[in-house]
């Protein structure tokens, strides 16, 4: 690594499963480009077997560097911390029970130096414990005026396969402490400022679905913040996060929604092994079990089209 990477790759980790937590580290050891630096920050300091293997990969590699928290800070908090220490002029986005491709880092970084993007998504595997993929995000909005205009309706650029410019983060803020949806918050951030956006349209990254992950257990008070945003930085509303979502939490709906999310889920699984009859089934139940559900899966399709 040289004194002055090109590429700093930031992961946050915090109670991820051993073999999970190999994989994503050993997929960016592996790139074919190797001029990066990987900062891990752990958000557990009481996860004493996590910062053993983690150091043991330091050991080995001097491009790791480990930042361990002396509570537990967040999501979002943890990533700002990382990004300030930065010393790459492009920052990686890495969770620690995804997958990269080993061309991950030279496909991305070419791609935004030949079109001069500020930030940049690739398509995403989505899989499960088993790394069966159940879903895929590919075919994503392209180009600058493309993406503006559709993650007004969802979030159309993965954040765990996000490469961005430091100069971006560091104009910005970073993170807000938005909960569930720093990303999405940022995004709508800068697109009103002059910032350009990508998306590559390859499969560059595989995103772990757990059944007991956090983002799995919160998926409704995650679309309640997406709403929160867009009312926010798209309508240009006056809003404060903890009133908003008084307003606008139901619990019986929570439970609607997240059934139905589940069902989703499964339902792909389904069908992707040749259940079709039980998958349509799940996928109904889906549509038709949560109001919320029906409108972020009407507003995925008209991402889509």
Known sequence: ???????????STYNEEEDFLRVAVESILNQTYRDFEFLIGVDNPNNASLIEILRSYADED???????????????????????????????????????????????????EENNIDLTSCGVNVIDEQDNVIQKLEKLPATDAVIRKKMCINNCVPHPGWMVKRDLYIALGGYESTPYCEDYE????????????????????????????????????????MKYCQEKYVLGRELEFDKYM???FDE?????????????????????????????????????????????????VKQML
Not at 191 to 215: A, P, Q
Not at 277 to 284: D, M, Q, R
């Open 1 to 11: 690594m040289s004194e002055q990477p090109i590429i700093s790759v930031i992961m």
């Open 62 to 112: 001097d491009r790791i560097s480990i930042y361990i928290n002396e509570e537990n800070m967040g999501l979002a908090a943890t990533l700002n911390k990382l990004i300030d220490i930065a010393k790459g002029r492009y920052i990686a986005r890495m969770d620690a029970d995804d997958k990269s491709e080993p061309t991950r880092l030279e496909k991305q970084l070419h791609f935004m």
């Open 186 to 225: 940022l995004l709508l951030k800068a697109r009103l400022g002059d910032w350009k956006f990508g998306n590559l349209d390859e499969m560059l990254l595989s995103y772990r679905m757990t059944t007991v992950s956090i983002s799995r257990s919160n998926l409704y008070k995650q679309y309640l913040s």
């Open 246 to 248: 008084d307003a606008n």
């Open 252 to 300: 019986t709906e929570e439970v609607k929604y997240n059934t139905a999310a589940n069902n989703f889920t499964e339902g792909l699984a389904a069908v992707k092994t040749g259940k079709l009859f039980s998958g349509l089934v799940l996928l109904l139940k889906s549509f038709f079990g949560s109001r919320c559900y029906r409108d972020k899966l009407f507003k995925y």
